[in-house]
């Protein structure tokens, strides 16, 4: 009894005091991420990619030992990320708050690490204005502008497209992707016939592509989440003979992941994708953590979930390494900021002054190869950054 | 435009049909039985998932995964009747639906753990790929399988239980328990094959759609509204108006889309409204 009152006693006054004791030893990661819900796969894949960076290079670091703690938010909504962000901080006393699949869940989760000044490790929410809300925030997934504004101008400039329709999932990340891929597209002198926005779950896409055809477009481009919606549309575009090579079909990468491909089959020949992350790239680095993903994972690739989550680590723990084991969030920021290495989706670094993520673009186009279906990348681009940053 | 509108009318006819293959099975248990089963969608993702299974692992053909996937539905859903079901027939609604739905999330949670997060894809044989063009038209042959395998069950529905004994002695222990018993109708049982006959639906539904909307483990959430939509507008029980009620539905929503897509995702919401202010009984319902 006696020990129950103290234990209550301590716990109550001394809570920041006791976590500061025994964070001498461990660097507590607090990792939001919606393990439950309608985007529990994404939580999965991207924590498989935190899972295999710390089986590969151990738990630790700087002479500390890494401890993860799981909280799970249950889809996209900012008041829950930002409670579990404050739970983690305040209860937990950790360190560093990384994950963040979902625009909402950063969002949600800035405000504390700007509070609290923890460095924010976003995994892959792909939304700009996410690292301009905490001064802590770091990205190591990819934008959606990065990739679309770039996809854009080069249909124009080397897809051989002058005019285009878009057809986006009605959401935050579609409506982003739309305006970035029209602008670049406009930019370079291209036009777009016309836009239409489909509901997120949507289970049909019959009417928004017959639309598209009424328009006759040389190309159109897509934009929808992942998961069952990909194959889908991609199925609905070929019913209504709008496929290529007559009408090129623009995408961001997750319309041909390989759950997609293997629905589509040979009507997804010919699809040319934008994406930061391509699976079968010809790089040793690649081919080795696809090998040992597959391998701990019963199989499955790794996505763009697991490379974000993946690199994650490897920030913080290069950053750990670099401040000898200092976890205030300004040092290992500072850590962050112009951090450059090599990862299994090609060189990456750190934009010291957005201290968002710049990468190779890639532009990719279904082919066969080897009797199977995969991505085969066209062209890269170097280093691009996002271009919404400091345009406002 | 003409033209058009014959594609939009068939797209819209067809997504109808696929909403009524997931529902059907609904309406025969709600109506007849007076069990409010929001677990129905469960079935349809187990259907879905057997399907799947049975095609990648044991090299089942399509045409055959079908049937495995109504019957996998319906007799693991004679299972849970006879175990769990039963009790809450004379519970309350509310007693029913907060038990159903509990069941979606174990099942969402048992899928997940067996089968995981991801998508499952499905290969259709090459016969139900592609289109087939009629003049200027272009008619998705999946999408021809999917009308002709719902006016299937429709006929099959309406004369079983219109026209067989089975038929008689369900509507008979529906309408009136305590007589049908007294006639020798052994009740217990036929509600139990009622029950498989309804999830078996919903399982092949599950099967049938995957490869229009795709398979994971939130399907039985997914498509619950639709499905209870389709069946409040039909009316309870009945299987013409289930019919009736998904076609308009369907048509509604794709119309709608290609017409007006700024609010075509609503419009499905306004029909409903709309038609349960005329008839609140739904289309076709009796009580």
Do not use: C
Request: no cysteine; glycine share 12%; aromatic share 10%.
């Amino acid at each position: 009894m006696t020990k129950t009152v103290f234990g209550a006693i301590a716990l109550a006054v001394g809570l920041g005091w006791t976590m500061a004791a025994t964070a001498q030893e461990t660097v507590k990661v607090g990792v939001i991420l919606p393990y439950s819900g309608p985007f529990a796969d994404a939580a999965n894949q991207l924590d498989a990619g935190i899972k295999l960076y710390m089986a590969q290079n151990g738990d630790e670091v700087a002479g500390k030992t890494i401890e993860i703690i799981r909280k799970d938010t249950g889809g996209p909504s900012p008041d829950v990320a930002r409670r579990l962000a404050q739970e983690l901080v305040v209860r937990d006393g950790v360190d560093i708050l990384a994950g963040f699949a979902l625009t909402p869940e950063a969002l949600g989760a800035a405000e504390i690490s700007k509070e609290a000044q923890k460095l924010m490790v976003v995994m892959n929410a792909a939304t700009s204005i996410v690292t301009e809300q905490s001064p802590y925030a770091v990205r190591t997934s990819v934008t959606i502008p990065q990739l679309n504004y770039t996809f854009g101008k080069w249909a124009f400039e080397e897809g051989g497209v002058t005019q285009a329709y878009t057809l986006v999932a009605d959401y935050g990340p579609g409506h982003d992707a739309e305006s970035s891929f029209s602008k670049g597209f406009t930019e370079a002198g291209g036009k777009i016939l016309g836009s239409d926005r489909t509901p997120v779950a949507n289970p049909d896409f019959s009417a928004f592509v017959q639309r598209v055809k009424d328009s006759n477009p040389e190309a159109v481009y897509i934009f929808v989440p992942g998961g069952g919606q990909p194959a889908a549309i991609g199925k609905a575009l070929v019913d209504r003979g709008l496929a290529p090579p007559d009408t090129k079909i623009f995408a961001q990468g997750e319309l041909t992941h390989p759950e997609a491909l293997e629905s589509m089959g040979d009507t997804a020949k010919g699809i040319i994708t934008t994406y930061h992350y391509t699976l079968e790239r010809d790089d040793p680095l690649n081919a080795e953590f696809v090998a040992a993903y597959r391998e701990a994972n019963g199989d499955r690739a790794p996505d763009l979930f697991s490379i974000g989550g993946y690199d994650g680590m490897h920030l913080i723990y290069e950053a750990l390494k670099k401040t000898g084991g200092d976890t205030s969030g300004d040092a290992l920021v500072e850590a962050a900021k112009g951090m450059a290495w090599q990862s299994p989706r090609g060189p990456i670094s750190i934009d010291p002054e957005t201290r968002d993520i710049v990468q190779t673009v890639y532009i990719r186009q279904v082919e066969e190869v080897d009797g199977s279906l995969q991505n085969v990348i066209l062209q890269e681009i170097p280093e691009v950054k996002d271009p919404l940053h400091g345009a406002n | 435009m003409n033209a058009n509108l014959v594609i939009v009318l068939f797209d819209g006819f067809a997504f109808g049909m696929l909403l009524f293959v997931l529902s059907v099975g609904l309406s025969v248990t709600l109506g007849l039985m007076n069990f409010i089963n929001l677990a129905h969608g469960a079935f349809g993702m187990l259907g879905g998932y057997v399907a799947v299974t049975a095609m990648r692992q044991l090299g089942f053909p399509f045409l055959l995964a079908l049937p495995t996937a109504f019957l996998a539905a319906a007799l693991v859903s004679v299972v849970f009747e006879r175990t769990l079901f039963r009790r809450l027939y004379r519970a309350g609604e509310l007693n029913q639906v907060l038990f159903t739905i509990g069941l979606v999330f174990v099942s969402a949670a048992a899928a997940t753990y067996v089968f995981g997060t991801g998508q499952q894809p499905i290969v259709l044989p090459d016969w139900l790929r592609g289109s087939v063009v009629v003049g200027e038209l272009r008619f998705g042959v999946y999408r021809i399988f999917l009308i002709a395998m719902a006016l299937a069950i429709t006929a099959l529905l309406v004369f079983g239980l219109e026209r067989t004994r089975l038929g008689a002695r369900i509507r008979a222990a529906v309408d009136n328990q305590r007589v049908a018993q007294g006639l020798g109708i052994n009740v217990d049982r036929i509600f139990a094959v009622t029950f498989a006959l309804g999830s078996g639906l919903a399982g092949l539904g599950g099967a049938l759609a995957v490869e229009i909307v795709g398979l994971d483990p939130s399907f039985g959430f997914h498509y619950l509204v639709y499905v209870l939509i389709v069946v409040a507008v039909g009316g309870l029980g009945s299987v013409t108006g289930s019919f009736v009620g998904a076609a308009l539905l369907g048509i509604g929503d794709v119309a709608g889309k290609y017409f007006v897509p700024e609010i075509g995702s609503f419009l499905i919401y306004l029909m409903l409204v709309a038609i349960l202010l005329v008839r609140p009984l739904g289309l076709f319902g009796k009580r």
